[in-house]
């Protein structure tokens, strides 16, 4: 995620700069995901794509549109699921009634 931090910068008072911010999972969720991976692999696939869905329906409220790949790795990270799962999660739920809508690469809400 990216924010605007106001600091101090060389030769100007202070400016205004993107700073990448990289949270760290939710160690309680992937566990979870993880053994129910382990476990019951068809129960892990729904659950993930719920999490997918308002994972990324929150990232989207709080940032605005974002890019395909910066949806994907998002998800992939904090799921802790392929980029290739979070893929197929992205294009059945920006189906024509689904959540998602996909214009010019940037994934939005409907």
Request: hydrophobic content about 50%; charged content about 30%.
């Given at each position: 995620m990216r924010h605007k931090k106001l600091i101090p910068v060389e030769g100007k008072a202070s400016a205004r700069i993107d700073v990448l911010v990289v949270p760290a999972p939710a160690p309680e969720r992937v566990r979870e995901l993880n053994t129910l991976k382990a476990l019951d692999l068809t129960e892990f696939n729904t659950r993930a794509e719920a999490e997918f869905v308002k994972l990324v329906a929150d990232f989207i409220r709080e940032e605005g549109?974002?890019?395909?790949?910066?949806?994907?790795?998002?998800?992939?990270?904090?799921?802790?699921?392929?980029?290739?799962?979070?893929?197929?999660?992205?294009?059945k739920h920006s189906a024509r009634r689904a959540e998602f809508v996909i214009n010019d690469g940037k994934v939005g809400l409907r």
């Open positions: 549109e974002q890019r395909v790949r910066a949806v994907l790795a998002e998800a992939a990270f904090e799921l802790n699921i392929s980029i290739e799962t979070a893929k197929r999660y992205l294009l």
